[in-house]
C-alpha cells in the first residue's frame, strides 16, 4: 500500500513528546493559587481572551509546535479529557494540514500557541459540502495515499469513512526486532479498541495486547515464514505466495497490519478472492516479512497488482519498486499484460510512471529501427494506455498521419532516465519458480 508509492521511513510524528511551551504562561497559570490566578487573569486582557476560549472546540485552526520546534498550521479534528484534569483541560487530536494523514497526532495545550487561533467554530458542515463538490480523484490526490482507493464509494460513504478513520486507534505496533510507529486507523475487532500498542508474531501475524502473550505465542509458534509456496528466493529474499483462501486467518491479519499505514484502503474480509505475495528477508531465525502486494485470481480487468505496502523500515531500500516488477514478471508468465488497480493515488503513479520510464526508455535505447506500442506492450506485459501515457508525458510519442510516432533522439532518452531515478533490486527471474492460479489443479 513504499512501498512502491510509499514516502520517507518512520514519518509519523510521536504524540509523547512535549515540545518548549509556546504559551508558557498558560501552563504556570494552572500552578498558581486560584487568587492569584484571578488577579493575572483579570489585569492581563489577553490572557482572559486565551483562557475564555478554552476548550477548543473541533475544527479549529490553530498553530502547533510539532518535533522540529517549528510551529506549523493543524486544524483540530478531536478532543478528550485530560483524566482528573480540570474542565477545560484536554487533549487535542490534530491534523498538520502542510502534510499527510499519517502525521497526525494528540497534543497538549502548551503545544498549541492559542494567539494563532483563527475560529473555533464546527466546520464538519463546511467539510461535508467541500467533500460533495470533490471528485473521489481529487480527494484522493490531497490524501496522497497510495494504490488502492475507495473508487467503490459514493460520496455520503466516503464521508462516513472519513468520520470513522479520522483518529488512530493503535499508535504503535511491535514486529519482529521493530516498534513501529503506525500511521491511520485499522477496524481491529472491538476487543482491541483499549490498545494503544499492539504486538504481532511476525510469521503468523497473529497479534496481542501484552508482550507477555507474544512471548507465550512465540514459545509455540512453529511458523518460521509465511505460509504457502516459495516461489522465488536470491540471496537472501524470498518470495511467498499465500492463498487467501486457504490462509484466511493469516491473510486477513495481514490486511489489518496493512491498514495501519494505507488510508485509502478497503479491508477485504473475503480474502477468498486474492493471492497475497509475501516479500522476506531471511536470515538463521527465519523469513522476515518486509512487504508484500496482492492480486485477484481473476480479474476481469487485467489488473495485476491490487493493493501494494512496504513496511516503514524497510522503506527507501528499493523494495516498493521491486514489488512493482515481480507483479509484472508473473504477467509475463501468465501470458497477459496487467496494470495496476485503479485509481492511482499521486504517489502511486509516481512509483508506477517512474517503473514504466525505465523499463520502456531501456528498451528504445537499445532497440534499433522502428518499434510499435503494441511490440513494446508484448516485450514487457504493461498495457498499451500506461506505455501510451508514459510516453506522453515524457513527450516522446507524436500523433502523425493517424498513428502514434515514437521520437526517441538518445539524449532526450538518458536525460529521462537519468530524472527516473535508480530501479530499484533486480528480480532475477531465473529465481522464480511459479505457477499461473488458473493452471493450478
Known amino acids: 500500500m513504499a512501498p512502491s508509492a510509499n ?17 508558557g504562561g498558560d501552563a504556570s497559570l494552572n500552578q498558581l493559587p486560584l487568587a492569584t490566578s484571578q488577579a493575572i487573569t483579570e489585569s492581563d486582557p489577553s490572557k482572559k481572551r486565551k483562557m475564555g476560549m478554552l476548550p477548543l472546540e473541533v475544527g479549529t485552526r490553530v498553530l502547533c509546535r510539532w518535533r522540529d520546534g517549528k510551529l506549523h498550521p493543524v486544524k483540530v479534528i478531536e478532543r478528550r479529557r485530560i483524566h482528573n484534569g480540570g474542565p477545560n483541560d484536554y487533549e487535542y487530536y490534530v491534523h498538520y494540514t502542510e502534510f499527510n494523514r499519517r502525521l497526525d497526532e494528540w497534543t497538549h495545550l502548551d503545544q498549541l500557541d492559542l494567539d494563532s487561533v483563527e475560529c473555533a467554530v464546527d466546520e464538519k458542515v463546511e467539510d461535508k459540502v467541500t467533500s460533495l463538490k470533490m471528485t473521489r480523484h481529487q480527494k484522493r490526490k490531497i490524501d496522497e495515499t497510495h494504490v488502492e482507493g475507495h473508487e467503490e464509494l459514493d ?101 489489518y497490519l496493512a491498514k495501519l499505514f494505507l488510508d485509502h484502503k478497503t479491508l477485504y474480509y473475503d480474502v477468498d478472492l486474492f493471492l497475497f505475495y509475501v516479500l522476506c528477508e531471511c536470515d538463521d531465525r527465519g523469513c522476515h516479512m518486509v512487504g508484500y502486494f496482492s492480486k485477484e485470481k481473476h480479474s476481469e480487468e487485467a489488473y495485476n497488482l491490487a493493493c501494494i505496502l512496504t513496511l516503514p523500515p524497510y522503506q527507501r531500500k528499493g523494495y516498493g519498486k521491486f514489488l512493482i516488477a515481480f507483479s509484472y514478471e508473473l504477467s509475463k508468465k501468465e501470458g497477459k499484460v496487467g496494470t495496476p488497480e485503479r ?50 508525458s515524457l513527450e516522446l510519442i507524436q500523433y502523425r498521419k493517424g498513428q502514434h510516432v515514437i521520437c526517441a533522439d538518445p539524449k532526450v532518452l538518458d536525460r529521462h532516465l537519468k530524472a527516473a531515478g ?20
Open 7 to 23: 514516502t520517507g521511513t518512520n514519518g509519523t510524528a510521536s504524540s509523547n513528546h512535549n515540545p518548549p511551551a509556546k504559551n
Open 155 to 255: 460520496a455520503a460513504s466516503l464521508r462516513e469513512h472519513e468520520e470513522f478513520t479520522k483518529v488512530k486507534n493503535i499508535a504503535t505496533i511491535e514486529l519482529g526486532k521493530y516498534e513501529i510507529e503506525t500511521w491511520y486507523f485499522s477496524p481491529f475487532p472491538p476487543e482491541y479498541n483499549d490498545c494503544v500498542k499492539l504486538f504481532f508474531c511476525e510469521f503468523c501475524l497473529n497479534f496481542m495486547k501484552r508482550k507477555e502473550q507474544l512471548q507465550r505465542h512465540m514459545r509455540k509458534c512453529d511458523l518460521k515464514h509465511p505460509p504457502g509456496d516459495e516461489i522465488y528466493r536470491s540471496g537472501t529474499l524470498s518470495m511467498f505466495e499465500v492463498d487467501g483462501k486457504k490462509n484466511k486467518v493469516y491473510a486477513q491479519n495481514l490486511c
Open 343 to 392: 485509481p492511482l493515488s499521486d504517489l502511486g503513479l509516481l512509483s508506477y510512471r517512474g517503473y514504466w520510464t525505465r523499463v520502456l526508455l531501456d528498451i528504445l535505447k537499445k532497440h534499433k529501427g522502428n518499434i510499435s506500442i503494441k511490440e513494446l506492450s508484448d516485450m514487457t506485459a504493461i498495457k498499451s494506455e500506461d506505455i501510451l501515457s508514459t510516453l506522453q
Open 422 to 441: 535508480r530501479g530499484g533490486l533486480d528480480v532475477d527471474v531465473s529465481k522464480l519458480i511459479w505457477t499461473p492460479y488458473k493452471d493450478q489443479s
